[in-house]
């Protein structure tokens, strides 16, 4: 399974961006799916999460408010409000081995590769 990310760009603080992840070969219609982030120097921290039907989610403390996962059967989408230039860092989607959850990196099955997102001040 290969997970494309895009919908990464420039944006000024307080703009949106909206994200989206789909799979090539296979669908992840059954798996839950995180979006995580990383920023220059720091490690991978969790943003969002969705279980496999789209009725549980689960979110960062940080984003909280901000951003919204949703999903359908091809796609999950991350849309981002309000952004902050701390929210600059590469996200990347990930499916999940399970249905729910999606916020554990130990039950990442498949990651995807990344799409930058860039806030200015």
């Known amino acids: 399974v290969q997970l494309q990310a895009s919908g990464g760009g420039l944006v000024q603080a307080g703009g949106s961006l909206r994200l989206s992840c789909t799979a090539s070969k296979r669908t992840f219609s059954n798996n839950a799916v995180g979006w995580f982030r990383q920023a220059p120097g720091k490690e991978r921290e969790f943003v969002a999460s969705?279980?496999?039907?789209?009725?549980a989610t689960s979110y960062a403390d940080n984003v909280q408010g901000r951003f919204t996962i949703t999903r359908d059967n091809v796609k999950v989408y991350l849309q981002m409000n309000s952004l902050k230039p701390e929210d600059t860092a590469v996200y990347y989607c990930a499916v999940s081995r399970f249905s729910y959850g999606g916020r554990e990196v130990g039950n990442i099955a498949y990651w995807g590769q990344g799409t930058q997102v860039t806030v200015s001040s």
């Open positions: 969705i279980d496999w039907r789209g009725s």
